[in-house]
């Protein structure tokens, strides 16, 4: 195919020094790796479920990157989809998935900003922003344009991660580093009260706690990737750093992940007039 003859040709190119210099985006480009959100497909159809998605659904999904949870979402119920992010290199690659996938008509990839999206007001039944509002600066902006485009009673799917294990410095130093943002380390508890307030209120949730991967399975899994068949043009000396590179890469995330658990979180937006729940109440488990 013409696509793939491009790809390799381009890869034959880089040199050991060429993947030396790449960051982890670029090398995750590269290898072609997934991104879906915290949980994969499970949360997402954990979310369509207990979020009432149906064919008639109009769903927001902000950081789409590759476009995993748009695609699988669309597939499941026939929604439509208009998702969105800041990388328009991410949003090709998302639009090639959806086409694959024969769902291309039911989803629009949009590039736009998630703290300001330009969407009319009240369009969406859900908002579904994964483990992304973490990565963005304004966070408090994002949550506040989350909650404009979502009409009264729709869902805002969220899947913040957090530490349940406080991290030595120098572990959130190196992650910060590898991915090129600085990571704070905070708790359940802030995201949890990031999310609610007078205008969101919890409807579902599940909490979840990373597993711990044993080396060999992360070694296996690199190996795995690197013998995909777009990478077979890439000479011996750059599949060597490229291998090195990914596998610490691999290895400093799931000390990481170990760490750290995430919460598939449902909240409803309150309509503006009625009254309020005053005898709360909260799961016990
Ligand atoms: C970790 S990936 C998302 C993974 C997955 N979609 C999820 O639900 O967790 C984060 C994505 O958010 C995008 N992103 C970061 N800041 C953004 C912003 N301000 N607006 C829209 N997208 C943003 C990045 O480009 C990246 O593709």
Same mark, same amino acid.
């Given at each position: !195919?013409?696509?793939?003859?491009?790809?390799?040709?381009?890869?034959?190119?880089?040199?050991?020094?060429?993947?030396?210099?790449?960051?982890?985006?670029?090398?995750?480009?590269?290898?072609?790796?997934?991104?879906?959100?915290?949980?994969?497909?499970?949360?997402?159809?954990?979310?369509?479920?207990?979020?009432? #998605? @149906?064919?008639?659904? &109009?769903? #927001? %999904?902000?950081?789409? +990157?590759?476009?995993?949870?748009?695609?699988?979402?669309?597939?499941?119920?026939?929604? &439509?989809?208009?998702?969105?992010?800041?990388?328009?290199? @991410?949003?090709?690659?998302?639009?090639?998935?959806?086409?694959?996938?024969?769902?291309?008509?039911?989803?629009?990839?949009?590039?736009?900003?998630?703290?300001? =999206?330009?969407?009319? &007001?009240? =369009?969406?039944?859900?908002?579904?922003?994964?483990?992304?509002?973490?990565?963005?600066?304004?966070?408090?902006?994002?949550?506040? %344009?989350?909650?404009?485009?979502? $009409?009264?009673?729709?869902? #805002?799917?969220?899947?913040?991660?957090?530490?349940?294990?406080?991290?030595?410095?120098?572990?959130?130093?190196?992650? @910060?580093?590898?991915?090129?943002?600085?990571?704070?380390?905070?708790?359940?508890?802030?995201?949890?009260?990031?999310?609610?307030?007078?205008? #969101?209120?919890?409807?579902?949730?599940?909490?979840?706690?990373?597993?711990?991967?044993?080396?060999?399975?992360?070694?296996?899994?690199?190996?795995?990737?690197?013998? $995909?068949?777009?990478?077979?043009?890439?000479?011996?000396?750059?599949?060597?750093?490229? &291998?090195?590179?990914? $596998? +610490?890469? !691999?290895?400093?995330?799931? %000390?990481?992940? +170990?760490?750290?658990?995430? =919460?598939?979180?449902?909240? $409803?937006?309150?309509?503006?007039?009625?009254?309020? %729940?005053?005898?709360? @109440? =909260?799961?016990?488990?």
């Amino acid at each position: !195919m013409p696509h793939d003859k491009t790809v390799i040709t381009a890869v034959s190119a880089f040199s050991g020094d060429d993947v030396a210099a790449m960051d982890y985006n670029e090398l995750i480009a590269l290898v072609r790796e997934t991104n879906r959100p915290p949980g994969g497909f499970r949360s997402i159809v954990e979310i369509a479920t207990n979020g009432f #998605l @149906s064919g008639g659904s &109009r769903v #927001l %999904e902000i950081g789409t +990157s590759t476009g995993l949870t748009a695609v699988e979402l669309a597939g499941l119920v026939g929604c &439509r989809v208009t998702a969105i992010d800041i990388n328009e290199r @991410s949003l090709e690659e998302a639009r090639s998935r959806a086409k694959a996938a024969g769902i291309a008509h039911l989803i629009d990839f949009e590039r736009r900003d998630a703290t300001d =999206t330009g969407l009319e &007001r009240g =369009t969406f039944d859900m908002v579904f922003c994964g483990n992304v509002t973490s990565l963005v600066d304004d966070r408090e902006r994002a949550l506040g %344009e989350y909650t404009r485009v979502l $009409r009264d009673g729709g869902f #805002l799917a969220a899947i913040p991660m957090y530490y349940m294990v406080a991290p030595p410095d120098d572990l959130v130093q190196r992650v @910060s580093e590898a991915i090129q943002t600085t990571v704070m380390p905070l708790d359940r508890t802030f995201w949890w009260e990031f999310f609610t307030g007078d205008e #969101l209120e919890v409807v579902w949730y599940r909490d979840y706690k990373f597993d711990e991967i044993p080396g060999e399975i992360v070694d296996a899994f690199v190996d795995a990737i690197l013998e $995909r068949p777009h990478l077979v043009a890439l000479n011996q000396e750059a599949l060597a750093v490229l &291998r090195s590179r990914y $596998r +610490s890469f !691999m290895h400093l995330f799931g %000390e990481n992940l +170990s760490r750290m658990g995430f =919460t598939v979180m449902l909240l $409803r937006k309150e309509p503006a007039e009625g009254e309020r %729940e005053l005898f709360t @109440s =909260t799961p016990l488990t």
